[in-house]
């Protein structure tokens, strides 16, 4: 019932006088106590799932990550983290910690983590994002290392795949904004400051300085906001030309992205 090994079981009813109950209680707390103690390791590995609602408004991405490769691909351990995600998406939680009182098999979602890492004897952890949006389009990479959400402004199905190739795009260049409008202003001050000490270095007069630096920054711009960046399937145009191709009012409304590591 509980997936622990047979010597743990057993152990744990020797200690609970055969009370099957109580014998499941201390299993859980054996979980929370490994819990801190491994609280020090990395969970690198794991899976992540990117789901969408039947009418494409909502979309979550969960993702349960461990210690080791053997255990993330795991048939139990992925369907665990998909019903943890079909929560997710039922429920809608605003936060993580909404999510992890989810009830589940008795218990809630974050009881169940801890108890699995008492079963598997690894660091378990759960990540959690929502997107809302007219259209929201999901991606997965390949053997659940990513999962994205990208939102359209405009809820027509004959815009579903360009939204996926817009979540592809996320994966594999990792925007931090969808424009340069939406970046945080101390990472636009950081990078103005990083280009100016840059031009010094190469013994740019410092009536220039801020010019250059003002440069760089639109190239950062071009390389981390997605609407600017160059579209991944047809390096003659950026995202924001493909979208605008199909349709002259497409964009992107907001993008979530996990990825494991």
Do not use: W
């Not at 990472?187 to 400051?193: A, L, P, R, S, T």
């Not at 003002?214 to 950026?238: A, I, R, Y």
């Amino acid at each position: 019932m509980t997936g622990a090994g047979m010597m743990d079981c057993k152990k744990a009813l020797a200690e609970a006088e055969g009370d099957f109950d109580k014998a499941i209680e201390i299993l859980r707390k054996k979980g929370q106590k490994l819990s801190s103690k491994r609280a020090d390791r990395e969970a690198k590995e794991g899976v992540v799932i990117a789901q969408v609602s039947d009418d494409k408004t909502r979309g979550i991405i969960v993702k349960l990550s461990c210690e080791t490769d053997f255990v993330a691909k795991n048939q139990d351990f992925i369907d665990l983290a998909r019903k943890f995600a079909d929560i997710a998406l039922e429920k809608f939680p605003a936060t993580l910690e909404e999510l992890r009182n989810q009830p589940f098999d008795g218990i809630t979602i974050g009881e169940k983590v801890t108890e699995q890492i008492g079963i598997i004897g690894e660091k378990l952890e759960l990540s959690y994002e929502r997107l809302e949006a007219p259209m929201v389009c999901p991606y997965i990479h390949m053997g659940y290392r990513a999962g994205v959400l990208v939102g359209l402004n405009k809820a027509d199905d004959k815009y579903y795949e360009a939204g996926r190739d817009v979540a592809m795009q996320v994966a594999a260049m990792r925007p931090i904004a969808v424009d340069k409008d939406d970046v945080d202003p101390a990472v636009i001050e950081k990078e103005i400051e990083i280009g100016k000490e840059q031009a010094r270095q190469q013994g740019k007069p410092e009536q220039i300085v801020e010019k250059i630096a003002m440069g760089k920054l639109n190239k950062f711009f071009k390389e981390n906001t997605l609407l600017n960046q160059q579209f991944v399937k047809d390096g003659s145009m950026t995202v924001r030309d493909y979208l605008k191709s199909l349709d002259p009012e497409l964009t992107v409304t907001g993008f979530k992205h996990i990825e494991l590591g």
